[in-house]
């Protein structure tokens, strides 16, 4: 194809500017999937260290002191969103240590129940996750400030004012000292015991759903008649408020690279349109049509887009790598989509930048320039 030879003779001509520009749109395009990935992987572990190892969406009664029903999980699990709906019962417990006390929120149900809301089993960090009758497991800051460990024996005072001795069976560490101070795991019978509940009366359905941002859709599902129903969302407007403002920063920030990048691609290929007004105005005397003349920048810009893009694959997962080895919580994982995507839009501001040129190289008049020398 001759316009895409002479597209790569007008590249080579000028190694320097051809690097720069390729260098300029690598640039572009690594600091928007650098910062891209960034922005996203710290929202992931913003909403994680919130919700990962908690209920999404819990239903409770709406009277105080009434029970729910056990059924309204296996509902629950009727909707497609739903990956986890279980059933618990909730009591309040004191430890008392001398003139010191500390409140535990107690949850009790099925071992395995617990574990898929909660992730106990990966992370205790001493002794084992069993909640066999009698056992408990506790939070490393209440353990540390009650110096109890495994075996140990914990005396609490529960609803109903009578003593109860649980075997410490684990201790876990689930991300925020205020749930390893306050949360405590019991199974089911024991709670059941202690607030005189029968076989199908729970305190509270525990729900968890696949896409944690689609949880007041389906909690709006989930409204019956004598149920409360508790979305996560509801609860935390301030992290959602700072996650709208970081991705609008993310998203403004990359506004002005590909505006910087586009002006940088425009720029170079108008300027390559005036240095080879002469070569273009041969070319259309010896028969090249107006379309084919404006085809070569728009060749030239596909050309240096496509390898500007690749470079900038390239450094982007060489930030993100660099990244790594920062003094921080949390790793930033490349995202396949975000990176389609930027070089996609990478290769479109290319082919847009090469518009004007191809335009004014259209009009070229072969006579003039050959007139002109």
């Avoid at 909640?131 to 075996?151: K, P, R």
């Avoid at 700072?242 to 691609?265: K, T």
């Avoid at 975000?338 to 335009?359: C, D, E, F, M, N």
Wanted: glycine share 12%; hydrophobic share 50%; charged share 15%.
């Amino acid at each position: 194809m001759l316009a895409l030879t002479i597209a790569f003779r007008f590249l080579r001509s000028q190694p320097g500017q051809t690097a720069l520009i390729i260098a300029g749109i690598g640039v572009g395009i690594a600091v928007q999937i650098f910062v891209g990935s960034l922005i996203t992987s710290l929202q992931d572990d913003l909403v994680d260290s919130t919700v990962g190892s908690s209920a999404h969406i819990t239903l409770l009664p709406e009277d105080d002191g009434e029970q729910i029903s056990g059924d309204l999980a296996e509902e629950a699990l009727r909707q497609p969103e739903v990956t986890t709906a279980i059933p618990v019962r909730r009591m309040s417990g004191l430890y008392v240590s001398g003139d010191q006390s500390t409140p535990l929120s107690i949850t009790g149900g099925d071992p395995e129940d617990i574990d898929s809301v909660y992730g106990l089993s990966e992370r205790i960090v001493d002794g084992e996750f069993a909640l066999e009758d009698g056992q408990i497991l506790v939070g490393t800051t209440f353990a540390d400030g009650a110096a109890t460990g495994i075996g140990d024996e914990l005396e609490l005072v529960l609803p109903n004012g009578e003593p109860a001795s649980f075997t410490v069976a684990g201790i876990f560490d689930l991300g925020a000292a205020a749930a390893n101070e306050r949360l405590a795991f019991v199974d089911a019978g024991s709670v059941g015991d202690a607030l005189g509940l029968g076989d199908d009366e729970y305190s509270a359905i525990e729900i968890q759903v696949a896409d944690v941002f689609t949880s007041t859709e389906v909690a709006q599902r989930l409204e019956s008649p004598g149920v409360e129903v508790v979305d996560w969302q509801a609860e935390n407007q301030e992290l959602l408020s700072g996650l709208a403002a970081q991705s609008g920063s993310s998203l403004m920030i990359q506004a002005f690279v590909l505006v910087a990048v586009a002006l940088g691609i425009a720029s170079t290929l108008a300027i390559s349109a005036v240095q080879k007004t002469r070569q273009i105005g041969i070319l259309k005397a010896m028969g090249m049509t107006d379309a084919a003349a404006g085809r070569i920048f728009l060749l030239q810009a596909l050309i240096l887009g496509v390898t500007g893009v690749a470079a900038g694959i390239g450094l982007g997962y060489l930030l993100i790598w660099g990244f790594s080895f920062a003094p921080v919580d949390f790793d930033v994982r490349p995202s396949p989509a975000l990176i389609a995507i930027s070089a996609a839009i990478g290769v479109a501001v290319a082919l847009a930048s090469s518009v004007i040129p191809s335009r004014s190289t259209s009009r070229v008049d072969p006579i003039e320039v050959i007139q002109g020398g």
